[in-house]
C-alpha cells in the first residue's frame, strides 16, 4: 500500500484504460497499490457529465426515445427528421416528454468508459478523464493553499449564526452539531474564519481555545521539486567524468 494519498497522472491514466477495459476496482486497486475506496472516490470525485447522442441520433433522454411516433412537432420547416425523436429539440416543444436517466452511472463504476451500449447510447453519459481529473486536481490544491475560497457575503451569513451564539457561550462543536443543515461548514472552516478576524466574535471569546498553546509551524517552507536532480547527482558527475577524463574541471564556493 502506498503512504502517498494523492494520485498522480500516470495512476490517473491507469484508471482510465483500466475502467474502459471493465476492470473492477479491486483489479485496479491491486495494480497501483492503492486502496479499493481510494479508486472510487477518485473515480466519484471526478465525473464529467456529456449529453451527447450517437451516430446518425441526437441527444435524446425521453422514456419514450424507442417508440415515440411524434413528428414534425416543432412545425419547423428546416426540420428534416422523419420523427421527432431524432431531433436534438423535441424534449423543448412535445407534451409527452418525460426524462429517463440512466440507473448504471448510481454503481459501480460509476461511469459509462467501459459500457457496452456506450456507441449506441442518447442518454446523458458519465465520463472519467484522467486528463480533466489532473486538471480539476491542480486547480482545487492550489486553491486550497491559497487562503479562504468564499465571498463576502457567505461570511457574513455565517457570523450572523455563529457569532451570537459564541457570545452567549455555546462552543464551537456545540453550534455547528446543532445548526448542521444552516452552517454548511466544517469546524476546522469557522476556526480559521475567527483566527482571520472575519467574525464579530474573536479568540478571546472562547474560552478553551485561549488556554491552548499555538502550534508550532516549521520555519522552511522551501521546497526543491526534486525532478531537477536528475542527471545532476554526484554519482552522474563520477560518471560522466569516467567518460569524458580530460574535461576541465573547477571548483569554487559560493553562498546563496
Do not use: W
Request: glycine share 2%; hydrophobic share 25%; aromatic share 10%.
Amino acid at each position: 500500500m502506498q503512504k502517498s494519498k494523492h494520485f498522480t497522472i500516470t495512476e490517473r491514466f491507469v484508471i482510465e484504460h483500466m475502467i474502459r477495459d471493465s476492470f473492477s476496482f479491486k483489479a485496479i486497486a491491486k495494480e497501483l497499490c492503492h486502496d479499493c475506496t481510494s479508486i472510487s472516490k477518485e473515480i466519484k470525485n471526478h465525473i464529467t457529465l456529456k449529453k451527447t447522442g450517437r451516430y446518425g441520433k441526437s441527444f435524446n433522454n425521453c422514456v419514450h426515445r424507442l417508440d415515440c411516433k411524434h413528428s414534425y412537432i416543432c412545425n419547423s420547416p428546416s426540420c428534416r427528421n422523419r420523427y421527432c425523436r431524432f431531433c436534438s429539440r423535441c424534449s423543448d416543444v412535445c407534451s409527452d416528454y418525460k426524462e429517463y436517466v440512466c440507473p448504471l452511472p448510481s454503481k459501480p463504476p460509476y461511469v459509462c468508459n467501459g459500457c457496452e451500449n456506450l456507441k449506441k447510447c442518447t442518454l446523458q453519459k458519465s465520463f472519467y478523464s484522467a486528463a480533466t481529473a489532473q486538471n480539476e486536481y491542480k486547480t482545487r490544491l492550489f486553491e486550497s493553499r491559497s487562503g479562504i475560497i468564499t465571498t463576502e457575503e457567505e461570511v457574513l451569513r455565517l457570523d450572523k449564526i455563529i457569532s451570537p451564539l459564541i457570545q452567549k457561550g455555546q462552543s464551537i462543536h456545540h453550534i455547528c452539531s446543532n445548526n448542521r443543515d444552516v452552517i454548511m461548514h466544517s469546524e476546522k472552516s469557522i476556526y480559521n474564519y475567527i483566527d482571520l478576524n472575519l467574525f464579530s466574535a474573536r479568540n478571546i471569546d472562547l474560552p478553551r481555545k485561549v488556554v491552548y498553546r499555538p502550534r508550532k509551524k516549521s520555519s522552511n517552507n522551501f521546497k526543491v521539486d526534486k525532478s531537477c536532480r536528475i542527471g545532476r547527482t554526484y554519482e552522474d558527475f563520477l560518471t560522466f567524468m569516467k567518460e569524458n577524463p580530460d574535461t576541465p574541471v573547477v571548483e569554487i564556493d559560493s553562498v546563496s
